[in-house]
């Protein structure tokens, strides 16, 4: 198996008293989509900004471990020569230039390209086949967008940037539950025609669950499970504290007391 992103015991610390991240490990092979689920305050999107190179922006520093992409270490590297390289965040909020049109939007993502062979107008035709609304919105300000329309825009950025690894951060937030299956269902489509690498952190743990092929359960900045989707899908804590179907009723415990009745995975011991 070909990785394309390990991280290796990675801890996290913001303004060098608040430990966000103990001693994480976690892979994403190449060309598959990875799930990272856990409560507010886990620790996701702390991972996120670490592997994208965000964390000084925030007050927050990688204290130990590695982080490595196609075996290259990244640590240190700035977040504008991580997007050059191939490695694209979709962060939380869909962050686009609202009195921009949707194309000049595009147009903004080429810079990402700087050095490396360009391909715009395939790249735009390409956007557009996945995102026919998309096509039919282009000369139209992206802040005029639906929700929905704006996820797409900022995923189509992703693709403009000529990505290998892309970070995906809450698509999912504040989406109908019927966009958010469109979302995803492209979301796959991509993964697979592209063969794009991808970790998505995820709140909506049975959309992520659907899409993803592996999945990791982070607890206090440390993975408690993983395994396939399929498989974790199937586990009853998993099914009870992040896809609401309970079997205990009023005796339900937290998820942590929950882990602490199982044997800790192998390669965490």
């Known amino acids: 198996m070909t990785v394309a ?23 994403v092979p190449e060309g598959e989509i990875v799930a990272l689920l856990g409560a507010n305050g886990a620790g996701k999107s702390t991972t996120l900004k670490a592997i994208s190179g965000f964390l000084p922006l925030e007050g927050g520093k990688v204290t130990h471990g590695t ?20 490695i694209v965040q979709v962060r939380e909020g869909r962050h686009v230039f609202a009195d921009m ?44 967008l639906s929700g929905g329309e704006q996820q797409m825009l900022v995923i189509g950025r992703a693709l403009v ?10 698509p999912s937030l504040g989406l109908a539950p ?4 469109e979302i995803f269902e492209i979301i796959r489509k991509i993964s697979r025609e592209k063969e794009v690498s991808m970790l998505i952190v995820e709140q909506n743990a049975t959309a992520a669950l659907r899409t993803a092929s592996y999945g990791y359960v982070i607890e206090n900045g440390r993975a408690v499970i993983d395994g396939r989707a399929e498989d974790l899908v199937q586990n009853k804590d998993i099914r009870e504290f992040y896809l609401g179907i309970s079997e205990h009723g009023a005796d339900r415990q937290d998820f942590r007391e929950a882990q602490r009745r199982k044997p800790v995975p192998e ?3």
């Open 5 to 27: 992103l390990e991280i290796n015991n990675l801890e996290v610390v913001y303004h060098g008293a608040i430990q966000a991240l103990n001693g994480l490990s976690l892979q």
């Open 67 to 86: 982080i490595q992409v196609g075996g290259a270490d990244i640590l240190g590297t700035a977040p504008h020569l991580l997007v050059r390289s191939g």
């Open 101 to 144: 049109t949707v194309e000049d939007n595009l147009v903004a993502a080429t810079y990402a390209t700087v050095g490396r062979p360009a391909a715009r107008r395939h790249a735009f035709d390409e956007v557009y086949s996945y995102f026919p609304i998309l096509a039919e919105r282009r000369k139209q300000n992206a802040g005029y």
């Open 161 to 170: 940037a000529q990505p290998r690894l892309i970070l995906f951060d809450e």
């Open 178 to 181: 019927m966009i958010v299956a």
């Open 267 to 269: 390669w965490l011991a």
